[in-house]
Nanobody, 124 residues
């Protein structure tokens, strides 16, 4: 069983940066793929980024590629999302998720465990 808790969200002006963290617990954490998703009010949940357990493979949504960076520290049981050059369209609740099958796909249904989310608001 894996438990996830996001932190690091907040209010930032367009062009600014935030780093989200997701602390995980569970004996098998280091073998889980981890992903970030986001959901704006009235919108579907969308994929942001994912990283495999070894950290050697990453996947990004086109909308955030070259602006966001996902990383993980298995020793700290934590996955990060560094968000740079933030835009108002990035405003959403951001969720981290874990995939016991070690995939890094973009479909939310592939991920078995989810955190409660952290709010990111980008002002214009």
């Amino acid at each position: 069983q894996v438990q996830l808790e996001e932190s690091g969200g907040g209010l930032v002006q367009a062009g600014g940066s935030l780093r989200l963290s997701c602390a995980a617990s569970g004996r098998m954490f280091s073998r889980y793929s981890l992903g970030w998703f986001r959901q704006a009010p009235g919108k579907e949940r969308e994929f942001v980024a994912a990283i495999m357990w070894s950290g050697t493979a990453r996947n990004y949504a086109d909308s955030v590629k070259d602006r966001f960076s996902i990383s993980r520290d298995n020793g700290k049981n934590t996955v990060y999302l560094q968000m740079n050059s933030l835009k108002p369209d990035d405003t959403a609740i951001y969720y981290c998720a874990a995939d016991a099958n070690m995939g890094i796909g973009s479909k939310a249904s592939n991920y078995e465990y989810w955190g409660q989310g952290t709010q990111v608001t980008v002002s214009s």
